[in-house]
């Protein structure tokens, strides 16, 4: 019993701070996912640890919108002659040659970046003096037509976590808890496909 209260403390002591997200579409926030051929190509990241859970989220949230027209890369290349690695910004020639190869009509490129682990996942309010750190990511998608070579849809998402208090702060010093920036990236991406997924046209 002992045990079961002390655990209870602990938690009821501690504060969760969610992050903050921001979507910005350049172009194509409207698109008709019904027709073609769809590649998703293989997510990049600058996290090692949570690049396949991106690449994950990815084709699952895009599999929803798609269905049986979205296709990975590695999928792809075991019946066609396709790179190995595709970039993620492309000209209009390389764009067409991957059309061909893979006899596609879509490519969706999208990259994740962890831009800051300042406050952790795990903080506590000293009440010494100001004090302001954050955890923040971004993710950037890029949808292109293979035939015209052009890019239909350029969107990104920003998510941070902010964890800040002052020397005001002195009866509010309990644990606080944040979203990593590497959770940051995933929900972002997972937010900003779905967006896509509630916009599309067909």
């Known amino acids: 019993m002992k045990k079961i209260f002390i ?26 996912f019904s027709q073609g051929k769809w590649i998703l190509n293989r997510t990049e990241s600058n996290s090692k640890v949570f690049d396949q859970e991106l690449n994950t989220t990815a084709y699952n ?28 910004e492309l000209n209009e020639k390389e764009l067409q040659q991957i059309g061909k190869e893979s006899e596609c009509d879509y490519l969706i490129n999208i990259r994740g970046s ?3 682990n300042g406050a952790g996942t795990l903080s506590y309010n000293s009440g010494d003096g100001f004090y302001s750190a954050s955890n923040q990511s971004s993710v950037f998608i890029l949808i292109y037509d293979l035939k015209s070579g052009i890019i239909i849809s350029s969107s990104q ?18 644990p606080s808890f944040h979203s990593s920036a590497e959770t940051l990236m995933v929900k972002a991406a ?3 496909i779905k967006k896509y997924g509630r916009n599309r046209l067909d």
């Open 7 to 32: 655990i209870f403390i602990t938690v009821s002591f501690c504060s969760c701070a969610g992050g903050k997200y921001n979507y910005l579409f350049d172009t194509g926030k409207e698109l008709d």
């Open 61 to 88: 949230e895009f599999k929803e919108i798609i269905g049986d027209s979205l296709f990975e890369l590695n999928t792809l290349r075991a019946n066609k002659l396709i790179s190995l690695k595709i970039g993620f």
């Open 114 to 116: 962890i831009v800051s």
């Open 157 to 174: 998402a920003f998510g941070k976590a902010t964890e800040e208090n002052s020397h005001f702060d002195n009866e509010n010093r309990v």
């Open 190 to 192: 997972k937010n900003l």
